[in-house]
C-alpha cells in the first residue's frame, strides 16, 4: 500500500501508523510549505505529481484533505535541472506581472489626477428634490418617505452629496484594470478625493459635508 491509499478504517496510512501526525509534520511538507521554497501550483503538479499523503483536517473535519509531500522527494526534485528551468521561468513570469500593475497602476492614476471631473449643475432646487428622490428609492425597504420640507438641513446636504456621487459613478471605470488592495485602495482614495473636491467647488454650500467625507477619506 502506497502512502496516500487508505486503510479500511478510511485514514491514510501515514495516519495509522508510526505517530500519525506529528511524524507527518516531519516528513512531509503541505501545499503552504511548498509555497514557502518558492513552489508554484504549476510546479507542483508538473515536479511533483501526486501528493504522497493526505491528512484530514483536524479543525474542520468535512474539509478536503490537507495533500503533504514527502520531503525527500521534493528536496530530490530541488536539486534537478527541470525544477531550476521551471522555477526560473516562474520567477520571470512572476516579475513581468509585477512590472506590468506597477505600470498599469501608474497610468490610472495618472489619468485619475488629469480626468476632468463634469459635475452636474443643477438649481439648488432641482438638486434637493433629485436628491431627496434618490434618498427615497436608495431605502425603498423604510416605511419613513422622506420629503424635503421634513429633512433637516444636515440630512439634505449628505443626501445631496449621494446623489451627485451617484450621478458621478462612471468615473469608477479609471479603475478599471486595477488589482490587489494596495494599488487599487490608494486609486481609489484619490479619486474620492477628486470627487468631493470637484463638487464643494460646483456647490460651495456642500462644501462642508464634502470636507466631512475627504476626511473619512485621510483616516
Known amino acids: 500500500m502506497t502512502a496516500h491509499e487508505t486503510n479500511e478504517g478510511g ?6 501508523e508510526g505517530g500519525g501526525e506529528s511524524q507527518a509534520a516531519r516528513s512531509h511538507l503541505s501545499a503552504a510549505g511548498l509555497r514557502a521554497r518558492g513552489w508554484t501550483v504549476g510546479m507542483v503538479r508538473q515536479l511533483l505529481g501526486e501528493p504522497d499523503l493526505f ?3 483536524p479543525h474542520v473535519r468535512s474539509s478536503p484533505p490537507t495533500r503533504l509531500y514527502c520531503v525527500e522527494r521534493v528536496e ?12 526560473a521561468a516562474a520567477a520571470r513570469r512572476s516579475a513581468a506581472a509585477r512590472s506590468a500593475a506597477r505600470r498599469r497602476r501608474r497610468e490610472v492614476l ?5 480626468e476632468p471631473i463634469d459635475v452636474p449643475r443643477l438649481t439648488p432646487q432641482r438638486l ?6 434618490h434618498r427615497n428609492r436608495r431605502d425603498e425597504e423604510r416605511t419613513y418617505t422622506a420629503t424635503v ?20 459613478t462612471r468615473y469608477d471605470e ?15 482614495e484619490l479619486l474620492r ?23 473619512a477619506v485621510r483616516r
Request: hydrophobic share 40%; aromatic share 6%.
Open 149 to 168: 420640507e421634513s429633512a433637516d438641513p444636515t440630512e439634505l446636504d449628505r443626501w445631496q452629496v449621494d446623489y451627485l456621487c451617484h450621478r458621478l
Open 128 to 133: 434637493t428634490a433629485l436628491a431627496v428622490e
Open 174 to 188: 479609471l479603475l478599471t484594470g486595477l488589482y490587489g488592495s494596495t494599488g487599487r485602495a490608494a486609486a481609489e
Open 76 to 87: 530530490t526534485a530541488e536539486r534537478s535541472d527541470a525544477f531550476r528551468a521551471v522555477a
Open 193 to 215: 478625493r477628486r470627487l468631493y473636491a470637484a463638487i464643494g467647488e460646483a456647490y460651495p454650500l456642500l462644501a462642508q459635508e464634502c470636507e466631512r467625507r475627504l476626511a
Open 110 to 114: 495618472t489619468r485619475i489626477t488629469t
Open 55 to 57: 491528512r484530514a483536517n
Open 11 to 16: 485514514q491514510a496510512q501515514g495516519q495509522a
